[in-house]
């Protein structure tokens, strides 16, 4: 069974810093690309960032750019997502996601999803 | 950057009924479009990429058409599973959500 597990989310200050962390099995996690993608409470979905399947490509949303930074460890099978200087409007819940084809980052869809984690950025 | 837009925001029907959304993209993308249903608390699946393509297990009621800036997501016979929020996404220069169109029973 292919799957992505994500986990690091909770409660946290304005200002602050977390790490989120995406867990795959069942395929060969080095060679897909994966995205974050957020959902904000009763709203839609955004792209936040993408890392290529040999970690020598990344983009960011504008919203995040310079704030977030992803990476990967292929020899665990897991993806990360550093936050800093959160603020209000980075509360939402992150879903890690593979690109369709393997090797492929451009022009591909999202095929596999992890049930997302919650991140809750208050004071 | 590439706007998605989707309408209706809101769409009431009955089981039975053949529904549509539209998904507008601010450019041109070719067919790099993809649909993707979504249920509360639950991550979106994959339904139709390419367009018109449709993902291995999704039922047959599910089709999708478009080129360019225009594209189309119908639902033959909507059925009691159905009732959810999609979303269309263009993947033809990074990547971008359309707002989303929640399919309520009438």
């Known amino acids: 069974q292919v799957h992505l597990v994500e986990s690091g989310g909770g409660v946290v200050q304005p200002g602050r810093s977390l790490r989120l962390s995406c867990a795959a099995s069942?395929?060969?996690?080095?060679?897909?690309?994966v995205h974050w993608v957020r959902q904000a409470p009763g709203k839609g979905l955004e792209w936040v960032a993408v890392?290529?399947?040999?970690?020598?490509?990344?983009y960011y949303a504008d919203s995040v750019k310079g704030r977030f930074t992803v990476s990967r460890d292929n020899s665990k099978s897991t993806l990360y997502l550093q936050m800093n200087s959160l603020r209000d409007e980075d509360t939402a819940v992150y879903y890690c996601?593979?690109?369709?084809?393997?090797?492929?980052?451009?022009?591909?869809?999202?095929?596999?999803w992890g049930q997302g984690t919650m991140v809750t950025v208050s004071p | 950057d590439i706007q998605m837009t989707q309408s209706p925001s809101t769409l009431s029907a009955s089981v039975g009924d053949r529904v549509a959304i539209t998904c507008r993209a601010s450019?041109?993308?070719?067919?790099?479009l993809a649909w993707y249903q979504q249920k509360p608390g639950k991550a979106p699946k994959l339904l139709i990429s390419?367009?018109?393509s449709l993902e291995s297990g999704v039922p047959s009621r599910f089709s999708g058409s478009g080129s360019a800036t225009e594209f189309t997501l119908t639902i033959s016979s909507l059925q009691p599973d159905d009732f959810a929020t999609y979303y269309c996404?263009?993947?033809?220069?990074?990547?971008?959500f359309g707002q989303g169109t929640k399919v309520e029973i009438k």
């Open positions: 390419k367009a018109s």
């Open positions: 996404q263009q993947y033809d220069t990074y990547w971008t």
């Open positions: 890392m290529s399947h040999d970690g020598s490509n990344k």
């Open positions: 996601a593979r690109g369709v084809g393997r090797i492929q980052l451009w022009l591909s869809a999202f095929d596999i």
């Open positions: 450019q041109s993308i070719s067919t790099w």
């Open positions: 069942g395929f060969t996690f080095s060679s897909y690309s």
